[in-house]
Each structure stands twice: as structure tokens, then as C-alpha cells.
């Protein structure tokens, strides 16, 4: 038993350990120790990073050993900087996967493409400081190095599902057939895994290339929690749109051009609302322009991905006999994410109804991948690791007021 300062049951906290406890898998391969939660124990077998930097956030005053070992896990992984999105602990992937997977060769020990980088930030959140642990610098340097294509800092993507979000609406336009969850997204992979996944390879070769928000929210708190010069003066000058009032990632050499108005309105445009350091003129708008009027709240759920009035919305799990994520419904990190935001800005009563609202789900479904709009039934993988992103959003850590970091850092010039 432990004390909980929120207003949902301890149960629900202690289900919510032990669910990630349950999934703990720890060994060692090829002479490195390893030790992390599956996302899902049925559909998601190995590490996934953001996952990974996820869970330790929620174990961070529970489990602080467990929290730096999950983070520690994903560093012994770096390859000269580089983490890939997923890590292959315990077995290696089997060769009648590999053809859905950004591997290169059949004994690859990880994938060869990104997830959205917030390890230090994780690390400032769960462990301590991040600038004295040369493994985080050195996978700072590779990304700055290979994904930073101009002067800005900002990150590029070469698929859609280095973001994280991988088949969200958002990305129609830019990959056309080839997007996630399409029958083509193999060939896509073919493409980029022939180029050895190398971004500026890919930009040589005119294919898509995406500067994706999400991306670059954790990116600039990754940045300030190495105590850098923040990176969020860049993303509002590439990303925000003064006149529609909402963040758009910049694409490269999309599939079809989309006008600006008509990409489809996806939750990512409120991810900024956790930057310490964002405008308070632009964060009050986000918040009054989208979740206050209700423009992502679907029947069951306070945030769903996709704002409910786009015509790109859908319940739909299915497309053609293929799982599209992100194309609706509700998922944990997205509201825990837009909470810490709320809670800075002083809108706590928004916040603690987003936790009721949650929490009443899980109570009913349990801790699931994602939520259905408009039902509230959960969906895809069952015990699902981030879902517990609950707790902390019931009862928020101290340092969760400034997103973990000890003070907004100098805007970068």
C-alpha cells in the first residue's frame, strides 16, 4: 500500500504497477544486461522507446530502480548514438516479419528508424540530470547529426511511423498509398531499407520527408533538459499557423500537396501545450480553440485523435483488412501529455475531468492500447503499459508544474 494524493481509487494505482510488473521481462544478450516492460505481453513482445521512457515516468517515485533500469535498457542499445524505435530483446524478430519491420538484415538487434526522442526528458523526469550520462549526449549528437537537415535544429522524419502516430490522417497526403496501415507501407519500408534507412539518402532520392510536431515537442523538452537552448521558438516559426491557430508539420516532397486549411486536424496540434516555455498567448488559444469547445471530445472521451468534425475522423479500427492507429479514439499519452499543459496554465478543473472521464474507463475496461470515442470500449492490446499514464495525470509528480524541467531554458536564437 502507498499513499495517492489524487481522487481515483489506490487500487487503481496499485492495479496499474502491478500490470507493469507483469510485464517486466529482464535478461541478458550478447553479454548486455537488459531489463524493461513489454508494452502488451500479447501484441508488443520487445522494447519500444517511447514506451519504454513512458513507464518510467510512472514508476519514477514508486519504482526508481525499475524506472532507471527500463531507461538504461534502451542506452545499452545505442549503436555509436543511434536508438532505434524498437529494440529486440529476449529473441529476435523472425524472418517472416521482417518484411513489416525497418530492419536491414535478418539478425538486426533493433529497428533502423526512430521514435519521437524524449530520452533525456525521461530521464530528467524519472532519474536525475541527463547531461551527466555520456550515452544520452552521444544519442543527442546522432540525432542533431542525421535527422536535423537545417539550421533551425528541428527533426525530420522518413516515415510515419518514426512519430509514433503511426497511420494518423495527418500523413495522407504526404505518403499517398504508401502510409501506415496501407497495403503499400511494406514497399515503402522496402524503399527506405535499401537506402539503409538514411535520411538524407532519402532526401536525395525526392521521396517524403516530414518535420512532425510531436516529434519536435519532445525534441525541444529533450533539448532543455540537457540544459540546451530551447528549440520551441523554431517549431513555432515552421510549424504554427497564426491565422488558423493550430500547429501543421512541414512535409517535403508529399505524395499530393494539401493546403494547409484542409490537413486534417489532429491532436498533435495541442502537444506544445506541455512546453514550459511556450507563448502564454498561443497556449490559452490552443486551449480555448480545441478542448474547451469541445472540438476533440467525442461522446465517451475528453481528447480523441482526430477532432470529431474532421472528415478524416473514424472509428474504424479496419481498413482493407489492415489496423490504421490514430485515426480516432483516445489514447493515454496523448491526454496525459495535453494534461501536463492544462495543469500548468491553470486550468486544473479541465484536467481532473479528463481524469474522471479516463478513469472511469479504466475501471471498466481495464488498461487498454486506446479507448473508442465514442463508446469508451477499450481496443487493441489489453494490459497495456502507457495506459497507466493515468496515475500520474490522478496524481501528478512536483516537478510535472514545469514538464520536469528545472526552469524554461534560453529561447535558441
Known amino acids: 500500500m502507498f499513499e495517492v494524493m489524487g481522487t481515483l481509487p489506490v487500487s487503481v494505482h496499485e492495479h496499474a504497477l502491478a500490470l507493469l510488473d507483469a510485464n517486466w521481462r529482464e535478461g541478458e544478450q550478447d553479454g548486455v544486461p537488459y531489463g524493461f516492460s513489454v508494452p502488451s505481453p500479447s501484441t508488443y513482445p520487445w522494447q519500444w522507446y517511447w514506451d519504454s521512457c513512458l513507464h518510467a515516468i510512472v514508476r519514477a517515485r514508486t519504482q526508481p530502480d525499475r524506472a532507471r533500469t527500463e531507461l538504461q535498457t534502451l542506452l545499452g542499445a545505442s549503436r555509436d548514438g543511434f536508438i ?3 529494440v529486440f530483446w529476449g529473441h529476435r ?3 517472416r516479419k521482417r518484411f513489416r519491420y ?4 535478418r539478425g538486426d538487434s533493433a529497428t533502423g528508424t526512430i521514435q519521437p526522442p524524449m530520452l533525456a526528458w525521461a530521464w530528467r523526469a524519472a532519474v536525475g540530470e541527463p ?3 555520456s550515452a544520452i549526449v552521444d544519442h543527442h549528437r546522432w540525432l542533431r547529426d542525421n535527422r ?4 533551425d535544429g528541428l527533426l525530420w522524419l522518413l516515415q510515419p511511423d518514426e512519430s509514433g502516430m503511426d497511420a494518423s490522417p495527418k500523413f495522407d497526403h504526404v505518403w499517398g498509398p504508401y502510409a501506415q496501415g496501407t497495403p503499400l507501407f ?3 519500408i522496402a524503399r527506405n531499407r535499401k537506402l539503409g534507412f538514411d535520411i538524407r539518402r532519402v532526401q536525395a532520392a525526392g521521396r517524403p520527408l516530414v518535420c512532425e510536431v510531436l516529434t519536435n515537442v519532445m525534441w525541444s ?3 532543455q533538459a540537457l540544459g540546451r537552448p530551447s528549440l520551441t521558438p523554431a517549431l513555432i516559426d515552421r510549424c504554427y499557423d497564426h491565422e488558423l491557430g493550430r500547429f501543421l508539420d512541414d512535409a517535403r516532397n508529399p505524395y499530393r500537396q494539401c493546403a494547409r486549411e484542409h490537413v486534417p486536424l489532429t491532436w498533435d496540434t495541442l502537444a506544445p501545450l506541455a512546453l514550459p516555455d511556450l507563448p502564454q498567448d498561443i497556449a490559452h488559444r490552443l486551449v480555448r480553440q480545441f478542448l474547451i469547445s469541445g472540438v476533440f471530445a467525442d461522446s465517451a472521451c475528453p481528447l480523441v485523435a482526430v477532432a470529431v468534425g474532421d472528415r478524416s475522423y473514424s472509428l474504424r479500427e479496419h481498413f482493407s483488412g489492415f489496423r490504421r492507429h490514430w485515426r480516432g479514439h483516445a489514447w493515454m499519452n496523448a491526454l496525459w ?3 501536463l499543459g492544462l495543469r500548468r496554465l491553470g486550468y486544473e478543473v479541465l484536467a481532473e475531468d479528463h481524469v474522471a472521464q479516463m478513469g472511469a474507463l479504466v475501471a471498466r475496461e481495464g488498461f487498454r492500447e486506446y479507448y473508442h470515442g465514442r463508446t469508451g470500449h477499450g481496443l487493441a492490446a489489453r494490459d497495456f503499459g502507457w495506459s497507466t499514464l493515468l496515475c500520474e495525470m490522478d496524481d501528478p509528480s512536483p516537478g510535472s508544474l514545469t514538464s520536469f524541467l528545472p526552469q524554461p531554458a534560453a529561447a535558441a536564437a
Open 84 to 86: 532505434g524505435h524498437t
Open 93 to 95: 524478430l523472425h524472418r
Open 102 to 105: 525497418n530492419v536491414i538484415g
Open 131 to 133: 547531461a551527466e550520462n
Open 148 to 151: 536535423a537537415l537545417e539550421d
Open 186 to 188: 511494406p514497399a515503402l
Open 221 to 223: 523538452l529533450s533539448e
Open 337 to 339: 501529455l495535453v494534461g
